[in-house]
């Protein structure tokens, strides 16, 4: 017990493991409207946000930032790609994924494009009344 304790005391954690802008994307846990609103909130807030994706979430990934530059709210900073080691559960070894990260900045229409989206959902509520 006692070189558990020690082991927990000398760990460090870094703060750059969990960017506050990054989301991790999955392709069986959320639907593809729930990340593209996720990634609006956080362009809202950090003015860009970092869409990260393994394997076949990949296309996911690369889809959500389409549909926010084809509707004018984000540019592209930068796109990385690499592969990640991986343990495979089923059969116990190490295997290699595929990792992309897209980093994607407000335009500079976002803000004037969120408005008017905000706009026209108080009267879209109205007119339902």
């Not at 392709?27 to 860009?48: D, G, I, S």
């Not at 994706?53 to 990385?80: C, F, P, Q, R, Y």
């Not at 990640?84 to 595929?98: C, H, I, L, T």
């Not at 008017?116 to 109205?126: F, L, N, Q, R, T």
Request: net charge neutral; proline share 2%; no cysteine.
């Amino acid at each position: 017990m006692e070189e558990i304790t020690q082991g927990v005391s000398n760990l460090t954690v870094t703060a750059d493991t969990h960017k506050k802008n990054r989301i991790q994307v999955s392709n069986t846990k959320k639907p593809l409207f729930f990340y593209v609103n996720l990634a609006k909130r956080y362009m809202q807030q950090h003015n860009e946000v970092e869409l990260s994706a393994l394997g076949m979430a990949i296309s996911t990934v690369v889809t959500i930032a389409e549909i926010l530059k084809n509707n004018g709210l984000a540019v592209e900073k930068k796109i990385m790609t690499s592969t990640v080691d991986v343990k495979d559960e089923s059969r116990g070894r190490p295997m290699q994924k595929a990792k992309i990260e897209i980093l994607l900045g407000k335009t500079e229409k976002f803000d004037e494009l969120m408005a008017a989206a905000a706009e026209k959902e108080i009267g879209d509520g109205e007119e339902q009344s």
